[in-house]
Structure formats: structure tokens, C-alpha cells
């Protein structure tokens, strides 16, 4: 079974930026998920590998970015213009099935998941 294994997680001050990474990327869709303390998980962005095609929460619209090194088998989340709310845990997820754009947030159809990094943003 395949691990991804997630990093550059760290604490910021608000406006600041952060990258994560994640490997390894593989078909069909990486996305990246965060979970804040008593809520929810909630899918930030994903990709889809084959393609390259991008979807984006509302809440980080214009601000993150989801790309994908296929030489490094990597798949990056640049945050800039970090908040407070975005602080969190944040997961790297795989989905190897094809999706309706209407699942690319859905936690329940991604298989598999890393572990988690720690993105603190403080104002």
C-alpha cells in the first residue's frame, strides 16, 4: 500500500506563505484537506494528474495553488496570503478512481491519505 507522506507544514504570521508537498502523486486525483480543531474536514484543492485540471474551495481562491512535479512525483500546495483560518491540519489524499467534479471535495471517495502537516497561521 502506497503511504503519502506530506511536508512544509510550519506556523506563519498572517500574509505569509507556506508550501507543502506531497508524495508520491499518482492517478487520477490528489487533493489536499484540512481539518481545524472541532471541525470538519474540508477539501482545499485538488488535482487531477492525468490532466492537470484544478479545483479550488472558495475560501482559498486566488490565494493557493495546486501543482503537480511529475518528474519529482510531487504534488505541491503554495499558500500565500495565509489567514488565521487557515490554520490546521493538513492532508494529502489520493483518489484512483475517476470523479464527477462535484466529488473532488468529498473526503469519502480518497483512499488513501498521509499523515498530516501542521499549518499554523497567526495574526
Known amino acids: 500500500q502506497v503511504q503519502l507522506v506530506e511536508s512544509g507544514g510550519g506556523s506563519v504570521q498572517a ?4 508550501r507543502l508537498s506531497c508524495a508520491p ?3 487520477y486525483y490528489m487533493a489536499w484537506f484540512r481539518q481545524a480543531p472541532g ?6 484543492a485538488t488535482i487531477y494528474t492525468g ?4 479545483y479550488y474551495a472558495d475560501s482559498v481562491k486566488g490565494r493557493f495553488t495546486i501543482s503537480q512535479d511529475n518528474a519529482k ?5 503554495q499558500m500565500n496570503s495565509l489567514k488565521p ?3 490546521g491540519m493538513y ?4 483518489a484512483r478512481t475517476p470523479l464527477w467534479a462535484s466529488r473532488v471535495f468529498d473526503p469519502k471517495v480518497f483512499g488513501y491519505w498521509g499523515q498530516g502537516t ?6
Open 39 to 44: 471541525k470538519e474536514r474540508e477539501g482545499v
Open 85 to 87: 483560518e487557515d490554520t
Open 51 to 54: 490532466g492537470g485540471n484544478t
Open 15 to 18: 500574509g505569509g506563505s507556506l
Open 73 to 77: 512525483n510531487t504534488v505541491y500546495l
Open 91 to 94: 492532508y494529502c489524499a489520493n
Open 25 to 27: 502523486a499518482t492517478y
Open 118 to 123: 501542521q499549518v499554523t497561521v497567526s495574526s
